[in-house]
């Protein structure tokens, strides 16, 4: 190991000093956290905006979706990378390539009119990249605070989400406005650089000694600097191991199932079927405009509960009882005649599947050794990312062929199949978070 880098800090223990929210090390990783996804919102914007200027509706549809490919098909390798490399190193070298990217879309946008091709190979690098990213992002918290603060994290975490998307639409449309789509993502690459040195300076924990001399195969990673220590297994193994210690663990197999059977049931209603709904009960696009906020301020409830209490007990029970309770709420929705009763409800789903959400997470990040957390993310983030998309076609077709309420219905029960999974499973219902 280098002694050049002082990144480290001790070993991963139960419990933590100080609760992560006066911890300064957590919360430079929350900053360039958010100033990433604030960047990444401002980016979205900025290049549905260029699409639609320079190309038809159909080629900006491509453009918006091409990015969806290479983040589907590389994202279980960018597990292995993850905990190959370590996921300091591989989120502070995604955003150093995010960055320069945008950066250089920016300047030759200000320089000539170069028309769709660069947008397109902007979307197809930020989709490969977040291959990598999304699953170094999911594995770094567990590196940079204790076991027993990592409920805490995943409540600072949602409510840096909810915060992104408050305020990077509005930025975008700001700068697109004020000097159009190149100065908006300038704009967006000046965001995600800013996370570059706040995660450089982030300090964080070796792998425990069990996880480092034995439990992966031929991987051995010290995340003191985040430099490999010995020569890796090959990337076919290591993800294989992983696909084994996953199906083998007696929390995180049932889990993975829950979270799958969640994601399933939620994305359709939420994305295509709400959409349908708001048409056929005449609120327009404002009226769906409230519910949404409606859910995402149930949501930022539930991150703010947990940033502040830390800790639930019976984190397995909560998670099936929240899971449960959301998708009755899911199902309730398309039968409320009024926007503000849907308003209501689309809290409440918020609330609860933002707490089942932060739930699950915490026990992910609690129950993988660290040294899997990368491949055991890239897992979990293909079910949401990559699979449940695949279902709004399908819920689609289907209000089409049998209306709302029977679609709403069928995605509640899914997704409440979810909590009964959990409940059945012995270990993941008994599952805690650490003191």
Request: aromatic share 6%; hydrophobic share 55%; proline share 6%.
């Amino acid at each position: 190991m280098t002694e050049t880098l002082d990144t480290s800090i001790p070993s991963a223990a139960g419990a933590s000093d100080r609760p992560a929210h006066r911890d300064s090390n957590v919360l430079r990783w929350l900053g360039a956290y958010l100033s990433s996804m604030v960047g990444d919102s401002v980016y979205y914007t900025a290049l549905s905006w260029a699409a639609v200027q320079t190309g038809t509706p159909s080629q900006a549809g491509v453009v918006m979706a091409v990015s969806a490919l290479p983040r589907a098909v590389l994202l279980l390798g960018g597990g292995v990378i993850a905990d190959r490399l370590g996921p300091r190193r591989v989120v502070i070298g995604s955003d150093a390539v995010r960055c320069a990217a945008v950066l250089a879309v920016a300047a030759l946008l200000f320089l000539t009119t170069p028309g769709l091709w660069p947008l397109a190979a902007l979307s197809l690098v930020f989709g490969a990249v977040d291959a990598v990213f999304i699953p170094a992002v999911g594995a770094l918290p567990a590196r940079v605070t204790a076991k027993d603060q990592l409920a805490r994290v995943q409540g600072m975490r949602g409510l840096a989400i909810r915060l992104a998307n408050v305020v990077g639409a509005p930025l975008g449309g700001l700068g697109v406005a004020v000097g159009g789509a190149a100065t908006a993502f300038g704009l967006a690459g000046l965001l995600i650089a800013v996370s570059v040195p706040l995660l450089i300076s982030v300090r964080v924990r070796e792998l425990p000694a069990d996880d480092k001399d034995g439990k992966v195969g031929t991987l051995h990673t010290t995340d003191a600097t985040d430099v490999p220590e010995a020569a890796p297994a090959q990337p076919r193994r290591e993800l294989r191991d992983g696909f084994a210690y996953i199906r083998g663990h007696r929390v995180l197999a049932p889990l993975m199932l829950a979270i799958a059977l969640g994601d399933f049931g939620f994305v359709g209603p939420l994305n295509i079927g709400l959409t349908l709904l708001a048409d056929r009960r005449g609120w327009g696009a404002s009226g769906m405009g409230w519910v949404l906020a409606g859910f995402g301020v149930g949501a930022g409830i539930a991150s703010l509960l947990l940033a502040v209490r830390g800790r639930l007990p019976r984190a397995g029970l909560v998670a099936a009882y929240a899971i449960l309770a959301g998708s009755v709420a899911i199902g309730a929705l398309a039968y409320v005649p009024s926007l503000l009763g849907a308003v209501g409800v689309s809290l409440l789903v918020g609330l609860l599947a933002g707490l089942s959400g932060a739930m699950c997470g915490a026990l992910l990040q609690t129950q993988a050794e660290p040294a899997y957390l990368g491949r055991v993310t890239a897992v979990a983030s293909l079910v949401s990312l990559g699979l449940a998309p695949l279902s709004m076609p399908f819920a689609g077709a289907a209000v089409a062929a049998w209306g709302v309420a029977p679609v709403f219905v069928v995605s509640a029960a899914v997704c409440g199949l979810g909590g009964v999974v959990v409940l059945c499973a012995p270990a993941l219902r008994r599952a805690e978070l650490p003191r």
